[in-house]
Structure formats: C-alpha cells, structure tokens
C-alpha cells in the first residue's frame, strides 16, 4: 500500500510540473520598412514570407546611394501592444560604428544584435559601401533566444529600428511578432 501510494505521488508530481511547463512561441505577423530619405537609401524589397502553416520569414535588402556611409546611429524601442502600441522595456540609441568596433558593448544592443547578426551582412565596422541585406530570417531561429534567455510575457509586440545616417533619420524598419 505504502509502494503504492508513494508511486502515485511521483507520478502526480511528474504530471504536475510536465502540465504547468510553459512553452512559448514567436511566430511574426507583419514586416514594414519606409524610406525616409529617398535620396540615400531605398528598400529593393521586404517582406513576410509564408511558406507554409509553420514556417514564415523576413527578408529586406537596403540599396545605399550615397557609400561609403562611416557615421551610423540606430535606434530601436520595444512596444507592446495594449489599446495601442506602448512602450515596453527598451528604448535606446547606439553609435552603430563605435558599438561594432566596441570589445565591451551595451549587453541588450548586443543581444538585439545578436538575433540578426546570423542573416545580414551586418557584421563588420564602418564604412559601409555595399547593400544591406537580411536574408530569410525565420521566427524559429530565433525563437530561442527570445524565449528561453530573455523571456517575455504573452502579447503581440514590435520592434521599431530607425537608421540614422550622419544625424539625419533615414529609414525606418518595423517587425511585428506575437508570444503565445
């Protein structure tokens, strides 16, 4: 009887914490880029590709006019979707020449980073003279590390970068994503 009411326990507890585990899941909804200076830089393309009911992606590519460009800033904002899109967590500015060339950069500027780093070609320091590209970024590459290093409640949120060349705004890039 003791063995028995011993395994039930186990086997309750076990359930317990499979059941109450929470799992999340980034999936994107929408993509949008503007051009706020059209004499410097264009976007070729950009756009959410869904391929199928489970995997989507993003993929934009920048035309530079005016290269090589040497004083980059970048400045993006979380915000969560409430009545509205209101801020959430992060809003910030950073020098985008001197935090590539920084052997000790801001930690969240990094992790940001560090969801794109592995799709653009992004990745080296000032002066840019060439397309930007974000090639096919889909939501489970980086579904990790939204979830389980950093995590985040539940909701539809976005992510507003806007690319500042020699002090002057020049576009802007927007990606939707949820949590479930």
């Excluded at 950093?150 to 020049?170: M, S, T």
């Amino acid at each position: 009887m003791a063995i028995k009411l011993k395994l039930c326990v186990a086997f309750q507890l076990i359930c317990i914490y499979y059941l109450t585990e929470v799992y999340s899941l980034v999936e994107f909804t929408n993509v949008q880029c503007e051009t706020l200076d059209k004499d410097f830089s264009l976007f070729e393309y950009c756009y959410l590709q869904s391929v199928n009911r489970s995997y989507k992606y993003v993929s934009l590519k920048v035309k530079l006019l005016k290269i090589p460009v040497t004083k980059i800033k970048v400045q993006f904002g979380l915000y969560k979707r409430l009545n509205g899109y209101k801020p959430f967590l992060y809003n910030m500015t950073l020098d985008g020449c001197r935090f590539l060339k920084s052997r000790n950069p801001n930690p969240i500027a990094l992790y940001f980073y560090n969801l794109f780093k592995d799709y653009s070609n992004i990745n080296h320091t000032c002066p840019y003279n060439h397309d930007l590209v974000l090639d096919e970024m889909s939501y489970h590459s980086i579904n990790y590390k939204l979830t389980e290093i950093l995590p985040f409640p539940e909701g539809n949120y976005k992510l507003e970068v806007h690319w500042i060349a020699y002090d002057i705004d020049r576009a802007i890039t927007t990606f939707y994503f949820a949590f479930s």
